[in-house]
């Protein structure tokens, strides 16, 4: 209860950044391919090396919830992106109700949808994470433009990180209503008054808050990226 109390009194940046501090990414020795179950196999590495990883569930959705109270802070031009995320978020911890102790490792949902051949469709877990990830990358590129440059236009850099990961993916429908949408995004100085706790007028310590954030963001989300791979579930475009 104590930390849960120190965590609403904190900033949605380092209530995130302890989040990821608690939620470790630990890699597992048995690594093998879920489409080739042969009793022969030494293991299967994705194509960059990163063996399947353990990935804690329940921390993992609470970040998510935290990065949906910042693109509030950006405002309706993330309306859709943000019900995604809860969407995505709420079908994960569905599955995850259904037995706790097994599926507080999201890696066995998708050993589960893997086996059932379901990975890939419509309203699968697997393309939850998958579609979580990437609006992570979203996020984590635009809070790294922020922690060089707190004065830059916010507009640009919305466009440039969602040109860089998520239209990536997405079909020609959703990437024609982000640009509409761009053209209600604050200005910088509106956005960054937001991000700092309300007792906070220190823009350095905002920048040191980002950062730190950032450095444990990115790691776990190539850890998952590696994890997605290994899948099969990389390359999915929107449907």
């Known amino acids: 209860m104590k930390r849960k109390r120190e965590m609403e009194k904190a900033s949605e940046l380092k209530s995130a950044a302890e989040e990821l501090s608690l939620m470790a990414i630990i890699i597992k020795p048995d690594h093998h391919d879920p489409n080739h179950d042969n009793d022969g196999d030494d293991g299967h ?12 569930t329940r921390p993992f959705l609470h970040v998510c919830s935290l990065v949906v109270q910042i693109l509030d802070k950006i405002g309706p031009t993330m309306a859709v992106l943000r019900q995604d995320i809860i969407h995505n978020i709420q079908r ?14 999201l890696v066995e949902i998708l050993k589960k949808e893997s086996k059932e051949g379901s990975s890939r469709k419509r309203d699968s877990c697997s393309k939850a994470l998958l579609w979580l990830t990437r609006s992570l990358d979203f996020m984590s590129s635009l809070l790294q433009k922020l ?61 040191e808050d980002l950062k730190a954030l950032i450095s444990l963001l990115v790691p776990i989300l190539q850890d998952i990226h590696a994890t997605l791979r290994l899948y099969g579930l990389d390359r999915l475009k929107a449907t």
């Not at 994960?92 to 490792?105: G, K, M």
């Open 45 to 56: 590495n994705c194509s960059d090396g990163h063996p399947a990883a353990t990935i804690p």
């Open 147 to 207: 922690a060089k440059d707190l004065n830059q236009d916010m507009e640009q850099a919305v466009e440039e990180c969602y040109n860089t990961s998520l239209k990536l993916w997405h079909g020609w429908i959703s990437s024609a209503a982000f640009k509409v949408a761009l053209k209600l995004v604050p200005d910088n100085t509106t956005f960054v008054g937001l991000l700092k706790p309300k007792d906070e007028a220190n823009d350095e310590i905002l920048k």
């Open 92 to 105: 994960l911890e569905a599955q995850c109700d259904v037995d706790p102790s097994l599926y507080s490792n």
